[in-house]
Nanobody, 114 residues
Framework: QVQLVESGGGLVQPGGSLKLSCAAS????????MGWFRQVPGKERELVAI???????IYADSARGRFTISRDNAKNTVYLQMNSLKPEDTAVYYC????????WGQGTQVNVSS
């Protein structure tokens, strides 16, 4: 019913920037909390940022000040602008929708390396 399609991942040098996008199908986007999580091999998936249906945001300590989550309800899309990237930001980034249960994107790889 609802699918999340991510784009924008790739390889970037330390200190660089990257912008992830997640486009949602369906008609519940504007009423749903959206977020980004990330996961590295051998570790649990962790919260990066959340934006609620009314625009309130929550950031992990590691992301605050460097990352910005935003949404465009007209486009059913949530974004994650990542600046000042560090090698420890390397992970698979997953888009999340909270609406009557969690919905996850397929994940997109972000590699921060020289």
């Amino acid at each position: 019913q609802v699918q999340l399609v991510e784009s924008g991942g790739g390889l970037v040098q330390p200190g660089g920037s990257l912008k992830l996008s997640c486009a949602a199908s369906g008609n519940d986007f504007s009423r749903s909390a959206m977020g980004w999580f990330r996961q590295v091999p051998g570790k649990e998936r962790e919260l990066v940022a959340i934006i609620t249906s009314v625009g309130s945001t929550i950031y992990a300590d590691s992301a605050r000040g460097r990352f910005t989550i935003s949404r465009d309800n007209a486009k059913n899309t949530v974004y994650l602008q990542m600046n000042s990237l560090k090698p420890e930001d390397t992970a698979v980034y997953y888009c999340y929708m909270g609406r009557g249960g969690a919905i996850w994107g397929q994940g997109t790889q972000v590699n921060v390396s020289s």
